[in-house]
């Protein structure tokens, strides 16, 4: 396993920009009410209707808790040999995370090897936090993104995610940090694709191992540029498939023969959620894709930073 990030030259943006994309631009619903002075949180329709979605049942199992029934909502391998077309993305990947929201963060430092707290610096960086910037960390799960801002000078970070599970654990996780840097994050309930701020509210946006995971990547990176300033930086953070062909292999063995074991093992998880995560990234947007994604969705200059030898890459944006 490597650990120096970024040893790889950054990818350009070198994507001829493709028509105009056919989906219109989504209208944003009027806020309803702004929240304390000086917060650019504003409370929104659309944060009110996350709460209308049904909470999963259950807790989350612990660590080597076995799996003792079959998860009516677990990913079949029909469904994984695409599951970014499945008309049920959202919800499934929802209930998902909330089943292994316990164990996230040890999976994430385990089955890393503790690089993935590497990758969420390099992206801080890659962000270029002016003092008194607002950021913005969209499916930020149990705030590890949102936490790694908290190095910065930036006066607000809003974590933003769909699932309560998740936010629940970073909302515990910053009841232990000193009370000037708990101070600076809020936590919001919201969807990604329809984000509960007004326009311009933020001069940074991030997104960590999320993009892969909404419904509609497009419909989100259009979001993000809405809330974005101009001049504000977009950073992503996404798995990808190593481009050296020997890493790639020994990559796949260990994302698709090893891993889902152990993951399922540590988090007792049935919902499939360690085998989704290998499927979701060799079906995703190949990196030029994205990149010409951001470009047709009001970015410039963007720019994808390997990671790893590519296991991760770290896309920057700029909005127009
Ligand atoms: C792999 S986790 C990443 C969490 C965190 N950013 C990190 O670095 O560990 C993906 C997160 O995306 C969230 N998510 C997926 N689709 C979403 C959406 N449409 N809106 C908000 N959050 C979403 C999930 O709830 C989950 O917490």
Redesign the pocket.
């Known amino acids: 396993m490597p650990v120096e990030p970024a040893t790889t030259p950054a990818l350009s943006l070198a994507v001829t920009p493709t028509a105009t994309p056919t989906a219109t631009p989504k209208a944003t619903p009027a806020p309803t009410s702004t929240a304390a002075a000086g917060s650019v949180v504003l409370e929104h329709p659309a944060a009110q209707a996350m709460d209308a979605h049904p909470a999963p049942s259950g807790p989350a199992p612990g660590p080597g808790v076995a799996a003792s029934a079959a998860d009516p909502n677990a990913w079949t391998r029909q469904e994984l040999s695409d599951p970014h077309t499945h008309a049920e993305k959202?919800g499934k990947?929802?209930r998902m995370?909330a089943a292994i929201a316990g164990s996230?963060d040890l999976n994430?430092r385990v089955h890393s090897l503790g690089l993935?707290q590497r990758w969420?610096r390099f992206a801080v960086a890659e962000a270029a936090v002016r003092a008194g910037d607002r950021v913005l960390?969209?499916?930020?799960?149990?705030?590890?993104?949102t936490q790694a801002f908290a190095a910065t000078d930036a006066a607000e970070i809003v974590g933003?995610?769909?699932?309560r599970e998740?936010l629940e654990l970073a909302r515990k996780k910053q009841l232990a940090l000193p009370a000037g840097v708990a101070g600076r994050l809020r936590y919001v309930e919201?969807?990604?694709?329809r984000l509960p701020f007004e326009d311009r509210a933020f001069d940074v946006v991030s997104?960590?191992?999320?993009i892969r995971?909404?419904?509609n990547p497009k419909t989100?990176l259009r979001e993000f540029a809405r809330v974005l300033r101009p001049g504000g930086r977009l950073v992503i953070?996404e798995f990808d498939q190593p481009r050296n062909p020997l890493v790639r292999w020994f990559n796949s063995i260990y994302c698709r023969g090893i891993m889902p074991r152990t993951a399922t093992w540590i988090s007792g998880d049935k919902s499939g959620a360690y085998r989704y995560l290998p499927a979701s990234v060799e079906t995703f947007l190949a990196r030029e894709t994205l990149l010409g994604a951001l470009r047709e969705e009001g970015f410039s200059h963007g720019k994808a930073s390997p990671l790893s030898l590519g296991i991760c890459v770290c896309y920057r944006a700029v909005r127009v």
Request: charged share 25%.
């Open positions: 959202a990947v929802r995370f996230y994430n993935d969420r960390d969209v499916a930020c799960g149990t705030g590890d993104l933003l995610d769909f699932t998740m919201g969807d990604a694709q997104i960590a191992f999320g995971n909404v419904e989100a953070l």
